[in-house]
């Protein structure tokens, strides 16, 4: 079964860096397409990064500059470097994949900037 495992959350003082990892299990890595995503309190699910299997990424307008998406195929792991955070960042990170049509979300990490 597809598991993913995230890390790295916590407090941090605004114009601070965190760095999340997500460790996946149960998919074929090297060819998954992966993602990170935030929900903050009373707010939707968004999109953060995104990485594809040949390393290609997007990012939200709202991180870009500030945030790295990166991936090691052999630890089967994606990370999410967050630099120069905002209170606004504050939020439930997730790591993401879709195998078969169907989403597969980690339990969340998170992420509190303090101004």
């Known amino acids: 079964q597809v598991q993913l495992v995230e890390s790295g959350g916590g407090l941090v003082q605004a114009v601070g860096s965190l760095r999340l990892s997500c460790a996946a299990s149960?998919?074929?890595?090297?060819?998954?397409?992966m993602g990170w995503y935030r929900q903050a309190p009373g707010k939707q699910r968004e999109l953060v990064a995104r990485?594809?299997?040949?390393?290609?990424?997007i990012y939200a307008d709202s991180v870009k500059g500030r945030f790295t998406i990166s991936r090691d195929n052999a630890k089967n792991t994606v990370y999410l470097q967050m630099n120069s955070l905002k209170p606004e960042d504050t939020a439930v990170y997730y790591c993401?994949?879709?195998?078969?049509?169907?989403?597969?979300w980690g339990q969340g990490t998170q992420v509190t900037v303090s101004s």
């Open positions: 149960g998919i074929i890595f090297s060819i998954s397409a």
């Open positions: 993401n994949t879709v195998r078969n049509g169907r989403d597969y």
């Open positions: 990485i594809t299997s040949g390393g290609r990424t």
